[in-house]
T-cell receptor
């Protein structure tokens, strides 16, 4: 079955540490996205990529970095500059084109601070 | 300011009953509106998507309506089941030049179905 795989499901970060969240898709989608979900708030876009080797900042990119070296993979690094990283992180993918928007979501990674 | 407001914030109903969730938006230029279901600890799953010209869209026991004039949408769940317990998220898409759609997410309605 095609889908999006996020790992790990739970992740803990120490002060001053960078951590990387994995996102892999086998849907052959061109576009991939990272969202952050906090209690009582709507999803907020961190970064998105519409094609390999290209990505753009979303609404809350500060303290995060991404890469898109392969079509299937879009890892997110939460750097030490992100002072409030505790959240549920969701990766999504979609086909490219005029209706370019997330169609499939992974099951998320919950990041907490030690 | 582009915003999506959902009500109620949370809802408890008995199994077998119907319920209706509301979504009001101030998003422009409007492209489409989608309802997602999100189980606890899982990613959202799309239920319906409606464009400007569509008033109603059904998916099994889920029926979404859209009034583009008043900028309101509703999601009606018929004969609720325990498995309907989840958060329901309204997402409105705004289309900008270059074909890129910006998504504005509501905070969701948390539904609990009790036996």
């Amino acid at each position: 079955d095609g889908g999006i795989t996020q790992s790990p499901k739970y992740l803990f970060r120490k002060e001053g540490q960078n951590v990387t969240l994995s996102c892999e898709q086998n849907l052959n989608h061109d576009a991939m996205y990272w969202y952050r979900q906090d209690p009582g708030q709507g999803l907020r876009l961190i970064y998105y990529s519409q094609i390999v080797n290209d990505f753009q900042k979303g609404d809350i990119a500060e303290g995060y970095s991404v890469s898109r070296e392969k079509k299937e993979s879009f890892p997110l690094t939460v750097t030490s500059a992100q002072k409030n990283p505790t959240a549920f992180y969701l990766c999504a993918s979609s086909t490219a084109g005029p209706s370019n928007q997330p169609q499939h979501f992974g099951d998320g990674t919950r990041l907490s601070i030690l | 300011k582009n915003q999506v407001e959902q009500s109620p914030q949370s809802l408890i109903i008995l199994e077998g009953k119907n319920c209706t969730l509301q979504c009001n938006y101030t998003v422009s230029p409007f492209s489409n509106l989608r309802w997602y279901k999100q189980d606890t600890g899982r990613g959202p799953v799309s239920l319906t998507i409606m464009t400007f010209s569509e008033n109603t869209k059904s998916n099994g026991r889920y029926t979404a309506t859209l009034d583009a004039d008043t900028k309101q949408s509703s999601l009606h769940i018929t004969a609720s089941q325990l498995s309907d317990s989840a958060s329901y998220i309204c997402v409105v898409s705004a289309r900008f030049s270059g074909g890129y759609n910006k998504l504005i997410f509501g905070a969701g309605t948390r539904l609990a179905v009790h036996p």
